[in-house]
């Protein structure tokens, strides 16, 4: 069965979860009392800790954006690359194939 896909969650709407899980409810409490599963509001959770540096066992928010931004760098990098290659190849075949010139003009 293919995954039905909703939007994002507000900001606000995570925080306050987040929040609520600090404050001791779990959870599981909060899944069954709001849309997100449980699972999601765990990942959260740690998501918001590792924003805060109170833990260190992942990327923060603005690391993950980093890697994401330096990931599409380096496709796009890879495809100028392959495409100078493959322009090198072509002029050089072309240089080949005409006549030289003589130095005599």
Do not use: C
Not at 50 to 74: F, P, Y
């Amino acid at each position: 069965m293919p995954q039905r896909h909703r939007d994002a969650y507000p900001p606000e709407f995570k925080s306050k979860l987040v929040a609520l899980v600090l404050a001791g409810r779990t959870p599981e409490e909060l899944a069954k009392e709001f849309e997100p599963s449980n699972v999601t509001i765990r990942n959260w959770v740690k998501q918001s800790q590792l924003d805060s540096r109170s833990r260190n066992d992942g990327l923060t928010s603005d690391e993950q954006a980093e890697m994401a931004r330096l990931r599409k760098r380096v496709k796009q990098l890879e495809l100028e690359r392959e495409i100078l290659s493959k322009a090198a190849a072509w002029f050089a075949r072309e240089n080949t194939d005409l006549p030289k010139r003589s130095s005599d003009s």
